[in-house]
C-alpha cells in the first residue's frame, strides 16, 4: 500500500476529534480537522447520503466561522477556503466565501494573497458583482513592481477572463509585456493574459504600436518568452494576417536554429533529447497562418527545416523512451500539416506522404491515428493524391484489425478522402463489409458516406441500386430517410436503371424478414414500374401484390400509407388484379381502421377504383414526373452531422421539445360538457356544496332586480319549492336531467359550459291538459350574485298549451367567482289559481371549471404553495353510502376537475386538478379526497 | 486552447479540476461523469486521444488522456493544440508534480489540493501553455515554497500534519481497527520513469 497505508482509519478519527492524541502528536487542532475532514470526506464516499449531510455540516460551521465576531487569522482564512476549493470539488456548489476570498487579495503576504487569487480563478463566476472589487486588487497588484504579485494578477485575468477585465486591463497589459525592464516569467504570464482577453473581447484589444514588439518576441533570449508570443502572435495573425507578416522570416529563422541546434544548445529545453519540441509546434502552426513565404531565401530556408525534420525521422531513436518518439512525432506531424497546408512541393509532398505510410503501420496506436487523420487532408492535394491511394491496402486493414474505435474511424473517413472512379467499388464494397459489424456509433455515418460515394462515382447505375438495397438490409436502422429518398429519386430520374430496381427489389423482397426500409423502396419501387417485370410469370401482378400485402401488417402506419398508394398504382398498372386489390380496399381493417389517414385512403382509393374511368385512371395515377436535379440532400445531412454547429442543432432540438411539453401541459381545453358524465344518481358526497354554496340566503323580492314588477300578482318570489334542493345537488356533477316535477310542471335542464361562458336551455313542461296562462319564468340573482354572475334570458311565450314543452334559453357569463346560486322562480295561472314556485338553478362556480393533468412531483409542490389558510378549506364529514371508487371518479369527473391517477401516494385517495375560469381571473383549483375505513371523508380544496 | 484540465481516480471521484470557461457546477459534474465513462471503457495501450463528440461543445475538441496507476489525467482540447504535444504536456505536468512532492500519490492532490493547483497554474494559465520545461516550472514552484516558509511557517503546517500522521504506528494504537473498510489504494506514479 506504500506510504499512504498510513492514512488515519475511521476509529482513530474519532479518537482524534475527542482531542486524546492531539498533544501526543503535537499537532495544532486546526491543523489535525483539516486533515480530519479530508480523510472523513474520502471514506464516507461510499455513501452519497454520507457525504452530503457531512459537507453540509462542515459547510455550515465554515459559513459561521466567516460570519462570526471573531477575525480569522490569515491561516484559518486559508485553510477555509481550502476546505471550500475541496468541497467545490467534490461536486457541491459553494455560494459563499467569496467575499472572504477577495478581502485575501489585499493581504500583503503571499500565502493569502495566493489561496485568494485561487480561490477566484476557480470559483468565481466571470460576470460576478465582485469582479470590481477584485479588478482594484489585480490593478494594485500589476502596479507593485512586485514580480510574484504581478504574476499572481496575470494568472487570475488569464484564468477568468471576463468582458470586464478586458475592459480594465486590456490596455495596460500590452505594456507589461513589451516594457523592457518587465521579467521574463511576467512576460510569459502577459503575453498568455492579452491572448485569453483577445480570445474573450476581440474588439477591447486594438491593435497598437506594440504588435511589431511583439513580433520581436520571437528573437528573444529566453524559450519561455518565445513559446507563450507565438501563441499569442499565431492567434492574432489569423485576424490580423497583415499587421503580423514579418513574423514569418522570424519564425523561419528561429525555427532553423532550433532545428539545425546539437540537442545540448537548448539545455533546459530539449525534452528528452528532442530541442524545443513545444516552441517548434508552436512555430509550425504560426507559419500555417500564412501562405509559403514569398522571399526566395526565407522559402529555402523553411525547406530546408521541413527536409531535416523528415530526415530525423528516419534516424535511429536517441531514446528508447516513448517520451522521445512522441516528442520527436509532434514535430514531425505539424512539419507534416505545413507541408499539406502550403500545397505548392510536389517533393515534400510525397515525402509526407511516404512518412505517414510508415507510421499507418507503426506499433504505437497514437500514430497510426494521427497519420489516418494527416492522410485525410493530404487525400485532398492533387500532387499527393495518388500517393494516397498506394496506401489503400493499409487502411482497409487497418479498418478490419484496429482495436480501437477511434482509429477506425479515422480509417472510414481516409477511405471516403482516398476514394474516386478508380476505386470507388472497391471501397464501396470494404466499407459495406465492414458496417456488418461496425460500432453503432458510426454507423449512421458510415451509411451516408456509402451512400454519397455510391452515387458520385457510380458509372453504372445498377450498381448504384445494389448498393443502396445491401445497405438496407446491413443497417437498415441507420438508413435515414434522406438515403432511401434519394434512390427512389435517381431510379425516377434515369429510366435505365428502372427495369433493373423493380427487378432487385421484388427479389430483396423475397426475404422473409425484410427491413421497413426495403418495403417503403420496395413499395414505392413497384408501384411506379411494377410493370416493367410483369412479363415474367415469377412476378406476375397477382405475386407482386402479394408479395408486398404479406409485409403489410408488420409495418408502421406511414408505411402502410405508402403500402395502400402502391396499391391503388396497381389498379391502374394491372386492372387485371384491380378486384384483389378492390377486396383488400374493403376490408374492415382497412375502411374501419382506427388510424384516420389510413381509413381515409382506402375509402378514397377504393372509391377511385370503382367509379373512375380507365382514362381518369391513367391520368390521376401517372408514373411520377422526374424531380427535379439538385444536390444530394444526404451531403447536407453528413455535413451537418460533421460539422462543428452539431451542438446548437442539438440545443435547438432540446429547446423545441422543451416548449412542446410546456405547450401540452397547458390545460387542454375540453368541453365541459363532454367531460361530465351523467353520473350515478346516489350522490353520496354531496360534494362540492359544502364549500361552493352555502345556504343561500332567502331572496327578498325588493332587493330583486330583475322580478317582473309588472306582474299582475303580488310579486312575491315563492319559497323553495321543497325537494328542490336535493336535486340541485344532484346537478352539481351534472348538467342535463330534471330539475322540478309536481303535479302540474316539469323542468328540465340542458346545459353546458366553456371556460367562463355558458348557455343553458330550460324546458318547462305542462302535465296537464289545461293551458298555463301568465306563464312568466323569472331568474333572479341576489345582489351578492349580481356583480358576479351575468344572466341572460329570453323571454317565453305566456300561454304553455296543455302538454306542451316551451323552451327558454339562458346565456350565462361568469365575471367573478361567487357563492350562491340564481333563482328561477315562475308563476302563471292554472285553472283560476294562481301558482308561484322557486327553485334554485344550479350554476355553480364548479360549472367553470376546466380539468388539468399534472404530474405528482407538480401537484404536491403546488398544493405546499397554497398554504395561507384561505387559500384552503377542509371538511371531513360521514359518508352517507358505502363508497364506490368508481362512482366517485365519475363524479369527480362530472365536478369539472381532472381526475388525477397515480398522483397521491396513497391509492385510496382522489385527487384532481382545474382552473375555474372566470372574466376577470383564472383560479387555479386542486382537490383531495381522503376517505378512511371508518368512512369519513375529508375533502381539501386549494386555490391560488 | 485546452478547455479542461480533468483528473479523476479509477473510480471517477475527481482529484482535480480545472474549467477555462465558465461553466455551472452541475454541468461541470456532469462533464466530469461523462468524460470519466468515456474513459473507463477504453482498454489500456489503445489510442490516447479520443473524440467526445458534442460532450465539450463542439466536434473540434478532443480528449487527450493517459492513465498513470490509479489515476486519469484528461485535457480536453481544440484542434488548435498537437495532439502529441498535450501527450508530452500531461507527462511533464505529472513529472513536476512527482518532484514537487517527491513520489507524487493520489492522496497528495487530496491533500494539497492548493500546491497541486499551483504547479498546474505554472504549466497552463487560461487555457494556454505558460511553460513547458520542468526545471523552469520546479523553480517556479519551489521560489513560491520559499516564499510560504518565509512567512512563517503557518502554510507549512498542514504538510507537517499530514506527514505526522502519516506516520503514526498503527499497531500503537490500543483500538480495535478495521483497516478493510479502506478502500483507497495510494499509487504511486513513480512507474512511468
Keep these: ?944 | 486552447m485546452i478547455n479542461a484540465v480533468l483528473v479523476f481516480n479509477n473510480h471517477g471521484k475527481p482529484r482535480l479540476v480545472r474549467f477555462y470557461q465558465h461553466l455551472a457546477e452541475e454541468v461541470q459534474q456532469q462533464l466530469i461523469r461523462e468524460t470519466f465513462h468515456l474513459v473507463l471503457k477504453r482498454d489500456e495501450h489503445i489510442c490516447n486521444f479520443l473524440e467526445c463528440g458534442s460532450l465539450f461543445g463542439g466536434a473540434d475538441y478532443k480528449l487527450i488522456y493517459r492513465h498513470y496507476a490509479t489515476l486519469y489525467f484528461v485535457f480536453c482540447v481544440d484542434s488548435s493544440e498537437s495532439e502529441l504535444g498535450i501527450l508530452d504536456l500531461i507527462q511533464v505536468f505529472v513529472e513536476t508534480l512527482d518532484k514537487c512532492f517527491e513520489n507524487v500519490c493520489e492522496l497528495d492532490l487530496i491533500f494539497h489540493m492548493d500546491k497541486v493547483h499551483y504547479v498546474l497554474q505554472e504549466v497552463v494559465i487560461g487555457g494556454m501553455v505558460l511553460e513547458t520545461n520542468m526545471n523552469e516550472i520546479v523553480a517556479q514552484v519551489e521560489a513560491q515554497s520559499k516564499l510560504e516558509k518565509a512567512e512563517g511557517g503557518l502554510s507549512a503546517a498542514p504538510s507537517r500534519a499530514v506527514s505526522a500522521v502519516k506516520n503514526i504506528n498503527l499497531p500503537e494504537i490500543p483500538r480495535n481497527i478495521n483497516i478493510g473498510d479502506i478502500n483507497i489504494k495510494v499509487p504511486s506514479l513513480s512507474q512511468f520513469m
Design chain 1, 1 to 944: 500500500m506504500g506510504r499512504g497505508g498510513a492514512i488515519i482509519p475511521p476509529d482513530v478519527c474519532i479518537f482524534m476529534q475527542h482531542g486524546c492524541v492531539e498533544r501526543s502528536l503535537g499537532l495544532t487542532e486546526g491543523c489535525l480537522r483539516h486533515c480530519i475532514l479530508m480523510y472523513v470526506l474520502l471514506i464516507s464516499g461510499k455513501s452519497k447520503e454520507a457525504e452530503i449531510k457531512r459537507i453540509n455540516k462542515e459547510l455550515a460551521n465554515i459559513r459561521s466561522k466567516f460570519k462570526g465576531d471573531k477575525a480569522l487569522d490569515g491561516y484559518s482564512k486559508k485553510k477555509y477556503v481550502c476546505k471550500l476549493l475541496f468541497i467545490f470539488l467534490l461536486g457541491h456548489d459553494i455560494d459563499f466565501g467569496h467575499m472572504e476570498a477577495v478581502n485575501l487579495l489585499s493581504s500583503n503576504r503571499y500565502t493569502e494573497k495566493q489561496i485568494g487569487y485561487l480561490f477566484i480563478s476557480v470559483l468565481v463566476n466571470s460576470n460576478s458583482e465582485l469582479i470590481r472589487l477584485i479588478n482594484n486588487a489585480i490593478k494594485n497588484d500589476l502596479a507593485s513592481r512586485n514580480p510574484t504579485f504581478m504574476g499572481l494578477a496575470l494568472h487570475c485575468i488569464a484564468n477568468v477572463g471576463s468582458r470586464e477585465m478586458a475592459e480594465a486591463f486590456a490596455g495596460e497589459i500590452p505594456k507589461i509585456l513589451v516594457a523592457g525592464d518587465t521579467m521574463d516569467s511576467v512576460k510569459q504570464s502577459a503575453a498568455l493574459c492579452l491572448l485569453r482577453l483577445y480570445r474573450t473581447s476581440p474588439d477591447l484589444v486594438p491593435m497598437g504600436d506594440w504588435t511589431s514588439r511583439v513580433v520581436h518576441l520571437l528573437n528573444d533570449q529566453h524559450l519561455g518568452v518565445v513559446t507563450a508570443a507565438t501563441s499569442l502572435i499565431t492567434t492574432l495573425a489569423q485576424k490580423n494576417p497583415e499587421e503580423f507578416k514579418t513574423s514569418v522570416s522570424l519564425a523561419v529563422s528561429r525555427l532553423s536554429r532550433i532545428v539545425t541546434s546539437a540537442s545540448t544548445d537548448l539545455q533546459d529545453y530539449t525534452y528528452y533529447f528532442v530541442p524545443a519540441p513545444w516552441l517548434s509546434v508552436k512555430l509550425l502552426r504560426l507559419l500555417q497562418c500564412y501562405p509559403p513565404p514569398e522571399d526566395p531565401a526565407v522559402r529555402g530556408r523553411l525547406t530546408e527545416c521541413l527536409e531535416t525534420i523528415l530526415n530525423k525521422a528516419q534516424e535511429p531513436p536517441k531514446s528508447k523512451k516513448v517520451q522521445h518518439s512522441n516528442a520527436k512525432n509532434a514535430v514531425l506531424f505539424e512539419a507534416i500539416s505545413l507541408i499539406i497546408h502550403h500545397d505548392s512541393e510536389p517533393n515534400l509532398l510525397v515525402r509526407a506522404c511516404n512518412q505517414l505510410g510508415q507510421f499507418l503501420q507503426h506499433r504505437e496506436t497514437n500514430l497510426r491515428y494521427l497519420a489516418l487523420e494527416s492522410m485525410c487532408t493530404l487525400a485532398s492535394s492533387e500532387f499527393s493524391h495518388e500517393a494516397v491511394k498506394t496506401h489503400i491496402e493499409t487502411v482497409i486493414n487497418a479498418l478490419k484489425t484496429e482495436r480501437d474505435v477511434s482509429v477506425r474511424q479515422r480509417a472510414v473517413d481516409l477511405l471516403y478522402a482516398m476514394c474516386d472512379r478508380s476505386n470507388a467499388q472497391q471501397i464501396v464494397a470494404e466499407m459495406l463489409n465492414y458496417l456488418e459489424t461496425a460500432d453503432y456509433s458510426i454507423r449512421e455515418e458510415i451509411v451516408l458516406k456509402v451512400a454519397i460515394l455510391a452515387e458520385k462515382y457510380a458509372v453504372d447505375y445498377t450498381w448504384y441500386v445494389d448498393t443502396i438495397l445491401n445497405l438496407i438490409r446491413i443497417a437498415g436502422d441507420y438508413v435515414s430517410e434522406e438515403v432511401w429518398y434519394r434512390v427512389i429519386q435517381i431510379v425516377i430520374n434515369r429510366d435505365d436503371v428502372q427495369g433493373y430496381a423493380a427487378k432487385t427489389v421484388f427479389e430483396a423482397l423475397q426475404a422473409p424478414a425484410c427491413h421497413e426500409n426495403l418495403v417503403k423502396v420496395g413499395g414505392y419501387i413497384l408501384g411506379e414500374f411494377g410493370n416493367l417485370i410483369a412479363g415474367d410469370p415469377r412476378s406476375s401482378p397477382l405475386i407482386q401484390f402479394n408479395l408486398l400485402h404479406s409485409k403489410f401488417h408488420l409495418c408502421s402506419v406511414p408505411t402502410r400509407a405508402l403500402l395502400l398508394s402502391t396499391y391503388i398504382k396497381f389498379v391502374n398498372l394491372f386492372p387485371e388484379i384491380k378486384t384483389t386489390i378492390q377486396d383488400v380496399l374493403r376490408s374492415d381493417s382497412q375502411l374501419k381502421n382506427a388510424d384516420v389517414e389510413l381509413q381515409q385512403r382506402a375509402v378514397e382509393y377504393l372509391r377511385l377504383s370503382t367509379i373512375a374511368s380507365t382514362d381518369i385512371l391513367a391520368t390521376v395515377l401517372e408514373e411520377m414526373p422526374p424531380f427535379p436535379e439538385r444536390e444530394s440532400s444526404i451531403l447536407a445531412k453528413l455535413k451537418k452531422k460533421k460539422g462543428p454547429g452539431t451542438v446548437t442543432d442539438l440545443e435547438e432540438i432540446k429547446k423545441e421539445r422543451s416548449s412542446d411539453m410546456n405547450g401540452s401541459a397547458e390545460p387542454a381545453s375540453v368541453n365541459a360538457s363532454a367531460v361530465s358524465t351523467p353520473s350515478p344518481s346516489a350522490d353520496l358526497l354531496g360534494l362540492g356544496a359544502a364549500p361552493l354554496t352555502n345556504s343561500a340566503p332567502p331572496p327578498s323580492s325588493s332587493g330583486s332586480l330583475l322580478v317582473d314588477v309588472f306582474s299582475d300578482s303580488a310579486s312575491a318570489v315563492a319559497p323553495l319549492a321543497p325537494g328542490s334542493d336535493d336535486n340541485f345537488a344532484r346537478f352539481v356533477c351534472k348538467n342535463n336531467g330534471v330539475l322540478f316535477e309536481n303535479q302540474l310542471l316539469q323542468i328540465g335542464l340542458k346545459s353546458e359550459f366553456r371556460q367562463n361562458l355558458g348557455r343553458m336551455f330550460i324546458f318547462y313542461g305542462n302535465k296537464t291538459s289545461t293551458q298555463f296562462l301568465n306563464f312568466t319564468p323569472t331568474v333572479i340573482c341576489s345582489d351578492d350574485l349580481q356583480p358576479s354572475l351575468n344572466l341572460q334570458t329570453k323571454p317565453v311565450d305566456p300561454t304553455v298549451d296543455g302538454g306542451a314543452q316551451v323552451q327558454q334559453v339562458v346565456n350565462i357569463e361568469c365575471v367573478s367567482d361567487f357563492m350562491e346560486a340564481p333563482i328561477l322562480n315562475i308563476q302563471f295561472r292554472y285553472g283560476g289559481t294562481f301558482q308561484n314556485l322557486s327553485v334554485k338553478l344550479p350554476i355553480t362556480l364548479n360549472k367553470f371549471f376546466q380539468p388539468t393533468e399534472m404530474s405528482s412531483q407538480d401537484f404536491f409542490q403546488r398544493w405546499k404553495q397554497l398554504s395561507n389558510p384561505k387559500q384552503e378549506v377542509q371538511n371531513i364529514f360521514k359518508a352517507k353510502h358505502p363508497m364506490d371508487a368508481e362512482i366517485t371518479k365519475a363524479k369527480i369527473i362530472g365536478f369539472g376537475s381532472a381526475l388525477l391517477e397515480e398522483v397521491d401516494p396513497n391509492p385510496a385517495n382522489f385527487v384532481g386538478a382545474g382552473i375555474i375560469h372566470t372574466k376577470t381571473t383564472q383560479i387555479g383549483c386542486l382537490l383531495r379526497l381522503e376517505p378512511n375505513l371508518q368512512a369519513q371523508v375529508s375533502v381539501s380544496v386549494s386555490t391560488a
